[in-house]
């Protein structure tokens, strides 16, 4: 597929997992990086460990490799497990962050409003595009009464930095199959299962 392979060379899997899945890697960047992993919880022994490093043969290759799940690949396999979705959905995500990224600074942050159009369609909001400008740390979330893992294992979710959202907590809308439609911003307090609340 040769639209993979340009995601493949336009997207360093270092990259994909820092700016794009916004996973806090600790290590070597040219050796081994390793985090939890956004989807599969720790187990008592604590393996829910995310490893990425380069292949024996071509340093310059790398892959990750979830050591709970035992999955692993390139970085459109690594988005397919973190967010749970297919390889093509992770691959249609990916093209649209890292094949036209320097084309403009980002349209979705002046959108009007989050709309339920098909985002492939649309040329004026991008789903995808606006989930990378969204924090997400605990600080950012934390007037929610929110845990920062919940941003985590819900994907694309955070605290809207401008627009129409500034300031408020934007929850991503998806499909059936995964994928991002639009935004829905909401502030004061949020309610979500407990373990998620801060205490
Ligand atoms: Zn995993």
Redesign the pocket.
């Known amino acids: 597929m040769a639209r993979f392979d340009k995601i493949r060379e336009a997207a360093h899997i270092n990259d994909v997992a820092r700016k794009y899945l916004r996973l806090k890697l600790e290590g070597d960047d040219n050796g081994v990086l390793r985090c939890h ?1 956004p ?2 919880q720790p187990n008592k022994e604590g393996r ?1 460990v ?1 490893t990425i490093k380069s292949t024996q043969a071509d340093p310059k290759r790398r892959y990750f490799s ?1 050591h ?2 035992e ?1 692993w690949g390139d970085c459109i396999s690594l988005v397919a ?2 967010h749970n979705i297919s390889l093509h959905e992770a691959g249609e995500q990916l093209a649209k962050w890292c094949l036209d990224e320097d084309s403009e600074v980002s349209q979705s942050d002046s959108a009007p409003e989050p709309q339920a159009e098909k985002p492939k369609a649309s040329k004026g909001f991008d789903p995808v595009k606006y989930a990378r400008h969204l924090h997400q740390e605990q600080e950012d979330v934390s007037e929610f009464g929110i845990l920062a893992e919940l941003c985590e294992e819900v994907g694309g979710m955070g605290r809207s930095p401008k627009g129409i959202n500034r300031g408020k907590l934007a929850i991503p809308l998806r499909k059936e199959d995964g994928t991002l439609v639009a935004y829905m911003g909401v502030d004061g307090d949020v309610i979500v299962p407990k373990e998620w609340r801060i205490a």
């Open positions: 992993c989807r599969c829910g995310l979830c709970k799940s999955d497990h973190c």
